[in-house]
T-cell receptor
Framework: AQKITQTQPGMFVQEKEAVTLDCTYD???????LFWYKQPSSGEMIFLIY??????QNATEGRYSLNFQKARKSANLVISASQLGDSAMYFC???????????????FGSGTQLTVLP | DGGITQSPKYLFRKEGQNVTLSCEQN?????MYWYRQDPGQGLRLIYY???????QKGDIAEGYSVSREKKESFPLTVTSAQKNPTAFYLC????????????????FGPGTRLTVL
């Protein structure tokens, strides 16, 4: 079974509009963390936002927010006021404490290619 | 500036040759990782190391080897046993073992694109 599922291979959004990128996950570990990374065409991975499984509030970082629905096992990324520079590949990732122990192993989804239109 | 460097940016290899990818970090991080990324796919973990002189296999370790003789360095060797080595390789590092908070994130290098001719 897929640990991290991103069902949108590609998304388009008009500049200045908001967009939601979907991510669902599968784990039986009660302690886990969810991450979103941005990968521009140059290839580097840029950390965007983090949500812990015990966090009571949804994470926010500037224009990025995470819509965390624990019962549904979803952790969707919301980008508000899209900019042309937001065009990139976006990856959702998870770390399970029980599986990884003290290591920081991440399991990644297959990604969503976001294109912002002028 | 603190960060992770990978070299070379592009690497070409003939079939049957071993090749070593460099990864260096000056973030004083204990843990380091190697990932492989194929076109249109996410990252898959090859090897990781939590501390000097120790490393563990990830999900796709076959055909790869690593060493961790220094805290700053975690080179990856792609051996001739790796049947399909053409891919984008990313190195990452993170703080030592503990749990909690967004500072758990992994910091990534710029990557090395390996092509087998």
């Amino acid at each position: 079974a897929q640990k991290i599922t991103q069902t949108q291979p590609g998304m388009f959004v008009q500049e200045k509009e908001a967009v939601t990128l979907d991510c669902t996950y599968d784990t039986s570990d009660p302690s886990y963390g969810l991450f979103w990374y941005k990968q521009p065409s140059s290839g580097e991975m840029i950390f965007l936002i983090y949500q812990g499984s015990y966090d009571q509030q949804n994470a926010t970082e500037g224009r990025y927010s995470l819509n965390f629905q624990k019962a549904r096992k979803s952790a969707n990324l919301v980008i508000s006021a899209s900019q042309l520079g937001d065009s990139a590949m976006y990856f959702c990732a998870m770390r399970e404490v029980r599986r990884s122990g003290s290591a920081r192993q991440l399991t990644f989804g297959s990604g969503t290619q976001l294109t912002v239109l002028p | 500036d603190g960060g992770i460097t990978q070299s070379p940016k592009y690497l070409f290899r003939k079939e049957g040759q071993n090749v070593t990818l460099s990864c260096e970090q000056n973030l004083n991080h204990d843990a380091m990782y190697w990932y492989r990324q194929d076109p249109g796919q996410g990252l898959r973990l090859i090897y990781y190391s939590q501390i000097v002189n120790d490393f563990q296999k990830g999900d796709i370790a076959e055909g790869y080897s690593v060493s961790r003789e220094k805290k700053e360095s975690f080179p990856l060797t792609v051996t001739s046993a790796q049947k399909n080595p053409t891919a984008f390789y990313l190195c990452a590092s993170s703080m030592g073992p503990s749990w909690g908070g967004s500072w758990n994130e992994q910091f990534f290098g710029p990557g090395t694109r390996l092509t087998v001719l």
